[in-house]
Every structure is written in C-alpha cells, then in structure tokens.
C-alpha cells in the first residue's frame, strides 16, 4: 500500500485579484450561518493575500471598524453587518462598506 503525499492549501496564495477577494468573502458570509470565527476566518485570508505580516499587524479599530492604514483598506462594521462588502461585491457600497 502506497501512501498518498498532500500538500496544505492556503486560500490566500490564490486569492489575487480584489474581484476574487470580494467574492471569497461573500462566499463565505453565505456560508457561515452566523458563526463569527469562520467570518473572521475568511477576514484573515484576504489580509493575509493582501499584505504582509507587519502591514497586517498594523490595524486600527474604531467604533466604526477597522482600517489597515498600510494597505489603506477598511471594513465597517455596519456594512459588515448588513452585507456589504465593498466596491468589489456589485454595486452595494463604497470602498469601505460604511
């Protein structure tokens, strides 16, 4: 019996374009059924796709959201909460989702 060698896949290495990070994420809000861990999940591979760890490190948090003032992207919490995810996701919001 032969073993069967598999290597770890990382979303984040095929996440490229912000078209492709939009939908990843509102692909994932359709499937997390309200469980916050696999949004913040999905969160985490798009920073991770998009910036480096010290670029990552840096974020802010308001009451607002959170914004990467390096990679100048933000994400408001009430346009996290009523699905909208950005200029990317159609034509449901601004840059921000705020």
Not at 7 to 21: G, W
Not at 65 to 94: C, I, K, M, T, V
């Amino acid at each position: 019996m032969t073993k069967t060698m598999t290597t770890r896949y990382d979303v984040a290495e095929h996440l490229r374009t912000p078209e492709e990070m939009a939908a990843y994420l509102e692909a994932s809000f359709e499937e997390a059924n309200g469980d916050a861990a696999f949004i913040a999940k999905a969160l985490g591979d798009i920073a991770r796709a998009k910036g480096t760890t010290q670029e990552l490190n840096n974020i802010e948090v308001s009451p607002y959201g959170l914004h990467w003032p390096d990679l100048d992207e933000d994400l408001s919490f009430s346009g996290l909460f009523r699905g909208d995810y950005g200029q990317f996701a159609g034509n449901r919001g601004s840059k921000c989702g705020g």
